[in-house]
């Protein structure tokens, strides 16, 4: 008992210098803004859009995109509508007639063996793309109109990829009105933009958000992006990112400006949350081998500790490991989202950390055991981890 007291409690201490790290990948981050290129001549950068049934959305994001302060001449939009049965096909008709030249669409409307459909739907999204630099965001984001010139300054000679920071458009930086549930699923949410920033800034990136990247295309031809794991339903965004770094030639950066944060609408319920974070969870296993070493001892401090809860109704001592190692948790998670959130304006949402404390283990445990062996819903979809066939049309 000694012996594996001692060895947990060093494995608890181990999870508390990660921390650490986050803190100083933060740190980082701060620097590197300061640093940050201003190329001379802005690069023509095309922005794309994955759409499927956006009718009720897409108009709010074309005209941001519309209002952007970037040189209109340098932008390109293309919305791949992805086998959506709303009006979403309407309104791009609407769009690209009154834009010409601004906005392009393609419709797709079967899928692609082996294939996921998001990435199908921005592979043939990408087939119209003109720009050295590819945005990608979705139809029910809300962007600031210095997103891309923000996002822009961060594209140094050697840089591949850019990501940004993205938060739930009900919070507006911690609004006192969000309800205790509300303001707990807005906290989990911005601590995985957290996490991910941190990570970027230790030079060791493992997650990304869809609706807030950009990657030169060249870079993303060179890393086959897609390529190693195309049937994987969800992940394009990390797959992205992960590849793109592993090919040693390109680098990633974080815009940690203000202008560059996106919002997202957050799910309605806890039962679309948890829809979404299986839909998360279900990608882990096929990341590349150091990310999924990473997480998976990350998994397992975190499995073990409601173990050891279970065990203390057998032997107290077991219980007792477990609070502490509860504990240390908390104490370092803590000072890593105070951080994070002062960071990326957020604060006020640290009131909700008790009540997301609670619930952060049973639900990364959850969503990686469902997600990965029991599938998600996704827009009516009953998806699996991977595609099993080549649909075309809904699956």
Known sequence: MN????????????????????????????RQRNR????????????????????????????ALRAQDYPRKQIQVVVADDRSVDGTAA???????????WIEYVS???GTPGLSPKKNALLRGLERARGEWIAITDADSEMEPGWLSAMSREFGEDTGMVLGFTAYAEDRGGRTSLSPSEGARALEFASHGVT?????????????????????????????AFERHGAVVSGDDDFMLQEIHATGKWGV?????????????????????????????????????????????????????????IG????????????????????????VMRAGLRRFGLEPLLRFFPLTALLHIPLILGAVLFGTLGGFTWKGQKLGTKVKQAAGGRR
């Open 108 to 110: 797709v409307r079967e």
């Open 3 to 30: 012996l594996f007291a001692t060895l947990y409690l060093a494995a608890s201490a181990v999870y508390v210098l990660l921390d650490l790290q986050l803190l100083r990948g933060l740190k980082i981050l701060a």
């Open 36 to 63: 940050a290129v201003s190329p001379l001549s802005p690069p023509s950068i095309t922005v794309l859009i994955a759409a499927r049934d956006e009718e009720a959305n897409l108009p709010r994001v074309l005209s």
């Open 91 to 101: 309104v791009l008709r609407d769009h690209a007639a009154r834009f010409p030249g």
């Open 312 to 335: 203390g109704l057998v032997d107290p001592r077991l219980g007792w490991l477990g609070l502490t190692g509860l504990a240390l948790k908390t104490g370092a998670d803590l000072l």
């Open 253 to 309: 950066r974080f815009c940690a400006d203000p202008a560059a944060r996106m919002r997202t609408a957050a799910p309605a319920s806890w039962r679309e949350f948890w829809e979404q974070r299986k839909r998360w969870g279900s990608k882990c296993i096929h990341y590349r081998p150091r990310q999924v070493v990473f997480l998976l001892a990350v998994f397992a401090f975190y499995l073990s500790i409601p173990l050891l809860l």
């Open 196 to 224: 991910g920033a941190a990570l970027v800034g230790l030079g060791f990136p493992v997650s990304a958000n869809a609706n807030n990247l950009a990657c030169r295309r060249r870079a993303f031809d060179e890393a086959r």
